[in-house]
Nanobody, 124 residues
Framework: QVQLVESGGGSVQAGGSLRLSCAAS??????RGWFRQTPGKEREGVAA????????YYIDSVKGRFTISQDNATNTLYLQMNSLKPEDTAMYYCAAVSRSGSCGILPQYLYRYWGQGTQVTVSS
């Protein structure tokens, strides 16, 4: 059973930056992504990356501000978040799934592995 552990969340002012990390307990040649959730709302896919890192995907609201990347040597997934806005405030989760098809931002039910989440709070 692969475990995912997020870190890097915190509190920043609007316009600031944070870098989230997601360490995997084993090598994962998987589709991987970042989701976020605020109380009372559905979990929202934010970004995704293919196993080889060759393709990345973002929702419109974070394009140009967030960058997803991975280091397969250390089994770590990253989300660099710049120009943060108060509406980016949420619990952020990393997720992974082994699949042969598309690695876009998949529906959350398709992801098999999830981290415990890390809180990001952006103040205005």
């Amino acid at each position: 059973q692969v475990q995912l552990v997020e870190s890097g969340g915190g509190s920043v002012q609007a316009g600031g930056s944070l870098r989230l990390s997601c360490a995997a307990s084993a090598y994962m040649h998987y589709c991987r992504g970042w989701f976020r959730q605020t109380p009372g709302k559905e979990r929202e896919g934010v970004a995704a990356i293919t196993p080889d890192g060759g393709s990345t995907y973002y929702i419109d609201s974070v394009k140009g501000r967030f960058t997803i990347s991975q280091d397969n040597a250390t089994n770590t997934l990253y989300l660099q978040m710049n120009s943060l806005k108060p509406e980016d405030t949420a619990m952020y989760y990393c997720a992974a799934v082994s699949r042969s098809g598309s690695c876009g931002i998949l529906p959350q039910y398709l992801y098999r592995y999830w981290g415990q989440g890390t809180q990001v709070t952006v103040s205005s």
